[in-house]
């Protein structure tokens, strides 16, 4: 199938009640595994590339590797650029072949993140590109920052009204106790304010930092109007950790193949556990 966009995977999740994965990738067998699974799972499916992924492996190389992939599948797929955080990334991006962008304007004033994601709206609406905007700070597990301090940094609902209904975004992220990265212990999730943003908003809200969240907390998100769900440390951790193991029993191994193979096999079993939970599984 050729690419869809994010707006065509979430209004059947608005629809159906469930959320659709957004799995990064930065390679060809984390591509593979990742639409390998959704293809068996009969689930739409996210591909996302951070700018990182984009230094990594190249713009030209992301889009083509999606591309071809998606080809090769009938479920739809979306190719989404993840914290775009620099205007004129955002563009290449477009120009390359992402139907749909994220504009990070997160660490921005209020103001200028409007203005920047409302421009941005603009030019994807005049393309048929999607955008995902962020309001509010989704920090690192690192960061070393006490509970009140996290919260002055969570999504401000009356604030997100104004985001949402002046830039017109398809989605939006939101810090509500979510981290990037490994937790170091169960994170505290604050959803009488994901409740209180969905209702003034009515928009799909994106929970990033996905990767470790208990599952009972991410049903109660998707049922609160989590439509779009961000994993990327449990990808990394699955497929090191068997990359590992394969290189610790096979230590004369030299073959990449040999050792990328169970390194993509353990990643596409974890996509498949986070299909099932997040409902998208079935739904294509
Ligand atoms: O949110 C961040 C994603 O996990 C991507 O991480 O910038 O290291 O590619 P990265
Ligand atoms: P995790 O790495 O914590 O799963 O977060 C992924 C993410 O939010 C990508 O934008
Ligand atoms: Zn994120």
């Given at each position: 199938m050729e690419l869809v966009t994010l707006k065509d995977v979430l209004e059947p999740a608005e629809r159906g009640c469930y959320a659709v994965g957004a799995f990064n990738a930065n390679n060809m067998e984390i591509v593979q595994a990742i639409m390998e699974a959704a293809a068996e799972e009969r689930?739409?499916?996210?591909?996302?590339?951070?700018?990182?992924?984009?230094?990594?492996?190249?713009?030209?190389?992301?889009?083509?590797?999606?591309?071809?992939?998606?080809?090769?599948?009938?479920?739809?797929?979306?190719?989404?650029?993840?914290?775009?955080?620099?205007?004129?990334?955002?563009?290449?991006?477009?120009?390359?072949?992402?139907?749909?962008?994220?504009?990070?304007?997160?660490?921005?004033?209020?103001?200028?993140?409007?203005?920047?994601?409302?421009?941005?709206?603009?030019?994807?609406?005049?393309?048929?590109?999607?955008?995902?905007?962020?309001?509010?700070?989704?920090?690192?597990?690192?960061?070393?920052?006490?509970?009140?301090?996290?919260?002055?940094?969570?999504?401000?609902?009356?604030?997100?009204?104004?985001?949402?209904?002046?830039?017109?975004?398809?989605?939006?992220?939101?810090?509500?106790?979510?981290?990037?990265?490994?937790?170091?212990?169960?994170?505290?999730?604050?959803?009488?304010?994901?409740?209180?943003?969905?209702?003034?908003?009515?928009?799909s809200i994106v929970m990033h930092g996905a990767s470790g969240v208990p599952d009972e907390d991410v049903r109660r998100g998707i049922e609160l109007g989590i439509r779009k769900i961000n994993i990327d440390t449990d990808l990394r951790q699955s497929f090191v950790g068997a990359l590992k193991g394969y290189i610790a029993e096979h230590p004369d191994n030299i073959d990449p193949r040999k050792v990328l193979a169970p390194a993509k096999a353990a990643m596409k079993e974890i996509v498949r556990q986070k299909m099932r939970l997040f409902g998208c599984a079935g739904k294509a």
């Open positions: 689930s739409p499916v996210i591909l996302q590339a951070s700018q990182g992924a984009i230094s990594y492996a190249g713009l030209d190389y992301i889009v083509a590797l999606v591309k071809t992939a998606a080809r090769g599948v009938s479920v739809p797929v979306v190719l989404h650029l993840d914290h775009g955080t620099d205007f004129l990334q955002v563009m290449r991006c477009i120009r390359s072949g992402f139907s749909s962008v994220m504009f990070d304007g997160s660490r921005l004033p209020l103001d200028e993140n409007i203005e920047i994601t409302r421009h941005v709206v603009e030019i994807g609406r005049a393309v048929g590109v999607s955008v995902e905007g962020e309001l509010g700070k989704i920090g690192g597990t690192e960061d070393h920052i006490s509970v009140s301090e996290k919260e002055v940094l969570f999504t401000d609902p009356v604030e997100a009204q104004r985001f949402v209904q002046e830039t017109g975004v398809d989605a939006l992220a939101v810090a509500i106790g979510t981290a990037h990265g490994p937790y170091k212990g169960r994170p505290e999730l604050d959803f009488p304010r994901l409740k209180r943003i969905r209702d003034l908003t009515g928009v």
